[in-house]
Every structure is written in C-alpha cells, then in structure tokens.
C-alpha cells in the first residue's frame, strides 16, 4: 500500500533563518506531489505541484521554493523565512488525473 | 474557470443532530467530487468521493449525492457525534487545470457538543 511521510511534525524557526521541509511517498512510482499550506482558520492554498522529477509548477509567487530531486521525494524550502511564512504545511500525492489526492499529516512551522 | 463554494462555519450542532454542510461547484467537463476531513493538527483525509453525476459517495455515515443540474455536492449525516468534530473540505478534480488536479473549498468547521 501507498504511504507518504512528511517531516517534521512541528518546526520553530527565527525569520530569516533557512527552511527545508521533507516529503517522501512509498509504494507507488511517477506520483503528482503538490505542496500547500493552510493558514490558521483559513483554507487550503497550493503552492507548487510536481508531475515529474525536476518538473516543478509554482502557484503563487512567494520567497518559498520545491524540488523534486528523486521521483517520490519531494522538497520545500526557503532561504530567508518571513514572518508570513508561518502555518500548517501539508504535501500530498496523487496517481493519475482526477484521482484523490493523499496527504501527509503536515507540519505546523512557527516564525519567531 | 473552475472553483468550488462551499458554506462558510462554524457550524456547531449538539450530538445526533442532522448535519449538512453544503457545496457547489463551477466545472467545465465533468469533473469528479471529493470531501475530505481534516481533525485538529491532522492532515487531511479522504471522505468520500464521486465521479459522475447521480453518484452518491458514503463512508462513515456521511453521504453525499453528485448532483450535475444543481452543481452540487451537500454533504449530510443522520446523526453527528463529538468525534464528528473537524473541518470538511469540499474539491473537485480539475482535469488539465493549471492548479493541479484538485480544487478545493474553504473548508467549514463543524464543533459537536455532547
């Protein structure tokens, strides 16, 4: 069965400090990564989706960046961390077009 | 182009309340439907899903029926408990969008009160 794993559960960072955030998925081959974040009390934003390694699409411009280096793994990170950058960050994995999207349990960054 | 309303919350029901949260939707195409569930400090999960008009998705004692002439997707359940309690996300698939392949609601919080 299909799993993806995000880390780390929870992150406390100072601004202007880097950001890499982690996200893996096992048990299937070629899967549509996407990364989003949910701030507090609000909806879900996409910020980059991935069908391919080294495919990366950008939804919002941001000081955020996403890499895809191996076909199930897939990154997010930041150079300089702004205060805004603070919320709940969640990756998820799809199969093909029109299926249901699977998400990791998230990870809850805190700017200081 | 594509995009998905759904009602905004809190909604706060008391135990075995009847539960409607409802969703519409604007598609070209006939895209599939999706509710998901996300509990404190969870990520979000699956709910139910369905892919084509008159189709009614189930799990859990939530139901919700495809409904193509009013571009709707309610979500209802009978009778609500506390461990209902979260917020639900209503999506569509968006076949060959620019927004990946899900386009989801603002999400409505529901708080069960035993």
């Known amino acids: 069965s299909q799993t993806i794993h995000q880390w780390p559960a929870t992150l406390v960072q100072p601004v202007g400090s880097p950001l890499s955030l982690e996200c893996t998925v096992e048990g299937t081959s070629n899967p549509n990564l996407y990364w989003y974040r949910q701030a507090a009390g609000r909806g879900l934003q996409l910020l980059f989706y991935s069908v391919g390694i080294g495919q990366i699409s950008s939804e919002v411009p941001q000081n955020l960046s996403a890499s895809r280096p191996q076909d199930r793994q897939f990154i997010l990170s930041s150079k300089k961390l702004l205060l805004s950058d603070s919320g709940f960050y969640l990756c998820?994995?799809?199969?093909?077009?029109?299926?249901?999207?699977?998400f990791g349990d998230g990870t809850r960054l805190s700017i200081l | 182009g594509n995009s998905v309303t759904q009602m905004e919350g809190p909604v706060t029901l008391s135990e075995e309340a009847f539960l409607t949260i409802n969703c519409t939707y604007t598609a070209t195409g006939y895209p599939s439907l999706f509710w998901y569930v996300q509990y404190p400090g969870e990520g979000l999960q699956l709910l139910l899903k369905?892919?084509?008009?008159?189709d009614k998705g189930s799990n859990k004692g939530f139901e919700a029926t495809y409904r193509k002439e009013t571009t709707s997707f309610h979500l209802e359940k009978g009778s609500v408990q506390v461990s209902d309690s979260a917020v639900y996300f209503c999506a569509l698939s968006n076949y060959g969008g620019s927004q990946g392949n899900l386009i989801f609601g603002k999400g409505t919080k529901l708080s069960v009160k035993p």
């Open positions: 369905a892919t084509k008009a008159d």
């Open positions: 998820a994995w799809s199969g093909e077009e029109g299926q249901p999207q699977h």
